[in-house]
Structures are given as C-alpha cells and as structure tokens.
C-alpha cells in the first residue's frame, strides 16, 4: 500500500473526511436477472419501506451460464473495468493455487451499490458475497463505513475481502476484520 496509512486514519479520526460516497447504479444485477429469466420469471421488486413479517421462500441462486455470481459491495461502480478488478484478484487467488477458486472467469462479479433496495431480498437469495477494499489512505474510513450501511441495511453477515492483488493482511484488511466482528457481527473473510 502506498502512502501513509496512519495519516488516513487520523485524517479520518478528527472528521476531516466524512463524506458520502456517490450512489452506484444496480444496471449489472438488473442484466443478470434478465439474462436468467424465464417466461415465468417475474422481475425483482423494491423492497417495501416497512418490513413485513411474513416469511418468504427464498427464490434460486442465479448463475451466470458460465458460473457462479458474486455479489460484490463497495466497488465504485458497476461497468465492467470495476468488475474486472475482482476478476484480477480471483486470478492471483488461482495463480497462488487456491483451487477454491477454480477457473476465475466462471464467476460472474456483479457489482451492488450498498444503497440498493434489493439488498435484503437478494441477501436471502445469493450465497456469495464480496466486499470491496481499497488501498489508499482513506480506505479504513470508507470500510468501516460500508460495514456499518451492511449491517444497518440487513445486508449479507459474511463476506470475502476483496481488493487490489498483492495487499498484506498486516494493518488495514486485519483492522477492518476485527471491527466487522466486534462492532457489526460480521464475518469478514481476510484471504491475502
């Protein structure tokens, strides 16, 4: 990582920086469901502003007709060149010989704003999930702060770390797995 971490910690301890990140768009989920549908399909609904107690069975996962979906929250954007860098990693991952991975372009990235009101519905529908962590100075402020919109929101209680390849777990991606746990109750899985 370049830079001083410390100094983004401490930019972001005296509230210098607490601005809000911009709002993504869903466009890549939106395709995925519409490439899986069927006849009988029906299109994913907004979430209603009050929740109802009613238990709804989970509908399938979707899989791209290549692999498996990741959702992934925290890229800046959903176009393919902010997939991509999930992609890179998945990559390094199998080049490490993680043979979990398997062949990295069969899984299909599909970026997810935090702000999504699919959020919860997709929760119950898709088993994997991602989150996405940068390595500039202002990284912990923004992770911490997608951990607790993931929490606040009903959002996945487990999650893979991932970031740009070749980062250490020593700092950054450790202090952001400790404050998953103890502060949101998530697991938030470090594979570096």
Not at 61 to 88: C, F, Q, W, Y
Request: glycine share 10%.
């Amino acid at each position: 990582m370049g830079g001083d971490q410390a100094a983004g910690l401490r930019h972001w301890a005296t509230g210098a920086a607490q601005d809000e990140c911009p709002e993504h768009v869903v466009q890549a989920l939106v395709e995925l469901a519409t490439a899986q549908g069927s006849a009988a399909s029906r299109p994913v609904a907004p979430a209603p502003a009050v929740p109802r107690p009613a238990v709804v069975p989970p509908a399938p996962v979707i899989n791209s007709k290549d692999g498996v979906a990741l959702m992934v929250l925290g890229l800046p954007g959903t176009a393919a060149r902010h997939t991509a860098r999930v992609t890179e990693l998945l990559e390094s991952w199998a080049q490490a010989g993680r043979r979990w991975v398997g062949d990295p372009h069969a899984w299909h990235v599909v970026a997810l704003p935090l702000g999504s009101p699919h959020l919860p519905l997709l929760v119950a529908q898709q088993p994997r999930w991602a989150l996405w962590i940068d390595d500039d100075l202002e990284a912990f402020r923004r992770g911490y702060r997608m951990l607790k919109q993931i929490a606040e929101q009903g959002g996945p209680g487990r999650l893979i770390a991932v970031h740009p390849p070749g980062m250490g777990r020593e700092g950054l991606l450790n202090n952001l797995q400790y404050v998953a746990q103890a502060y949101f109750g998530i697991d938030l899985l470090v594979m570096t």
